[in-house]
């Protein structure tokens, strides 16, 4: 029953910003954790940021800190990844996904996944 999906992703050119979107259904989202990925070509998938639901404490990727940030809205059952001052570099398929319970989940595997949207930042 648990379903995930990604939207907003789109051609950016480098600067530019773009808000994503994750709706989740089919668990009680706010005892869970929700992180967002992204997968380059030709690389593995990385973490890019992730939210608790322990304490919504943030956990953010080197490579994005200080430009990136994610919200979530438990009534709507919706996280959000902002995303300003992007780079070519953030060219990727962008997925989120649904962590375990407990405070440590966005340093545990992630258990659902979104089939993701793609962000492309080209000049």
């Known amino acids: 029953q648990v379903q995930l999906v990604e939207s907003g992703g789109g051609l950016v050119q480098p600067g530019g910003s773009l808000r994503l979107s994750c709706t989740a259904s089919?668990?009680?989202?706010?005892?869970?954790?929700i992180g967002w990925f992204r997968q380059a070509p030709g690389k593995e998938r990385e973490g890019v940021l992730c939210?608790?639901?322990?304490?919504?404490?943030?956990y953010y990727a080197d490579s994005v800190k200080g430009r990136f940030a994610i919200f979530r809205d438990n009534a709507k059952g919706t996280v959000y990844l902002q995303m300003n001052s992007l780079k070519p570099e953030d060219t990727a398929v962008y997925y989120c996904?649904?962590?375990?319970?407990?405070?440590?989940?966005?340093?545990?595997?992630?258990?659902?996944w979104g089939k993701g949207t793609l962000v492309a930042v080209s000049s």
């Open positions: 996904a649904k962590g375990v319970r407990g405070p440590r989940a966005c340093n545990s595997a992630m258990t659902d």
């Open positions: 089919g668990f009680t989202f706010e005892n869970y954790a």
């Open positions: 939210i608790s639901s322990f304490d919504d404490r943030r």
